[in-house]
């Protein structure tokens, strides 16, 4: 299973508020998940990783957590901002020579000022 | 530094015709991925070039072919347009060996067939 589930589909947060956005996974294969940010018209941006190894990184108002037993990674945003609306799609990569990403269908977040 | 490059920005093409997308990767970076992302969805996989050589397809018909030139910029070809392919075409770029992992995307090319 190469597939990517992600949720929820759209997220709306108060200035201030933490947003939460899950994504689940089937392939045990996948080594990498990266979480990206994608404005209108632009392309994906990395924001920040995660190696299975580790069970949560922070890198500023973002937080990955991570859940191996239970095949689960989550991005928490910390202090939302109007800023940070966006949509984010966390994604996997599978082990092995490829670099190739497997996307989730994204979550469109909307911070209310 | 100069990040992911694409051309053209946006293109028009008509069914049936063919295209042909451009990208060039970021200084040092070896491996050239091609991704389609259909409005409301996110990125599907094409193709992954390192070092000239195809390392990964996705599944997509033989209709899209890619290159990779020895300066490591990559082209994205498709023929015999379909009212379908009309999407974001992204160009991901990444550093080979050790424990690099990270890709980093282009703007995208706006392909709308009509």
């Known amino acids: 299973q190469q597939q990517v589930k992600q949720s929820p589909q759209s997220l709306i947060v108060q200035k201030g508020g933490i947003s939460i956005i899950n994504c689940a996974y089937e392939?045990?294969?996948?080594?990498?998940f990266p979480w990206y940010q994608q404005f209108p018209g632009k392309g994906p941006a990395l924001l920040i990783a995660i190696r299975p190894d580790v069970s949560e990184k922070k890198e500023g108002r973002f937080t990955i957590s991570f859940n191996k037993s239970a095949k689960q990674f989550s991005l928490h945003i910390m202090d939302s901002q109007p800023g940070d609306s966006a949509t984010y799609f966390c994604?996997?990569?599978?082990?092995?020579?490829?670099?190739?990403?497997?996307f989730g269908s994204g979550t469109q977040l909307t911070v209310l000022p | 530094d100069a990040g992911v490059t694409q051309s053209p920005t946006h293109l028009i093409k008509t069914r049936g015709q063919h295209v042909t997308l451009r990208c060039s990767p970021i200084s040092g970076h070896k491996s050239v991925s091609w991704y389609q992302q259909v409005l409301g969805q996110g990125p599907q996989f094409i193709f992954q070039?390192?070092?000239?050589?195809?390392?990964g397809r996705g599944n997509f018909p033989d209709r899209f072919s890619a290159r990779q030139f020895p300066n490591y910029s990559s082209e994205l070809n498709v023929n015999a347009l379909l009212l379908g392919d009309s999407a974001l075409y992204l160009c991901?770029?990444?550093?080979?060996?050790?424990?690099?992992?990270?890709?980093?995307f282009g703007p995208g090319t706006r392909l709308t067939v009509t």
């Open positions: 994604a996997a990569r599978r082990s092995g020579s490829a670099r190739q990403l497997t």
């Open positions: 991901a770029s990444s550093s080979e060996g050790g424990m690099s992992y990270e890709q980093y």
């Open positions: 070039y390192y070092e000239k050589e195809e390392r």
């Open positions: 392939n045990t294969a996948f080594d990498y």
